[in-house]
């Protein structure tokens, strides 16, 4: 068996890994968008799960979304309307918080 791509990734094979990384992502972003616009709240929260992957995993490789914190408070905020509040303590996504700990509305507030 060949790969094409195999790690460590040149810089010109990363610079063409991270725009289809971004691309993914942006779609994921509108998708969130439009469920929240069609009030299909599983849609939603299956797209948020998705994202996830891309707002925890990816981080070192992308740069931040200007949507991230937007979506996520939307997410945590339907947790708690569905008074699923254990599921907001324990479920609560990795990327919320800062690299420090620190929480990003306090962050956003301050910066």
């Known amino acids: 068996m060949k790969f094409q791509s195999v790690p460590p ?3 010109e094979e ?3 890994i991270r ?3 971004l691309l993914q992502r942006e779609t994921l972003e509108l998708a969130c968008f ?3 616009y069609a009030r299909d709240v599983k849609a939603f929260e299956r797209y948020i799960a998705q ?3 891309f707002y ?3 981080r070192a490789v992308m740069p931040p979304s200007s949507s991230q914190g937007a979506l996520l408070g939307l997410y945590l905020l339907g947790l708690l309307s569905q008074n699923q509040i254990a ?3 324990t479920g609560q996504p990795a990327g919320l918080g800062g690299r420090d700990g620190s929480a990003c509305a306090t962050r956003s507030a301050s910066g």
Do not use: I
Request: glycine fraction near 0%; charged fraction near 20%.
């Open 87 to 89: 599921d907001f303590h």
């Open 56 to 58: 925890n995993d990816y």
């Open 34 to 36: 439009l469920s929240l």
């Open 51 to 53: 994202l996830k992957t």
């Open 14 to 16: 990363m610079a063409s």
């Open 9 to 11: 990734f040149s810089a």
């Open 19 to 21: 725009k289809v990384l």
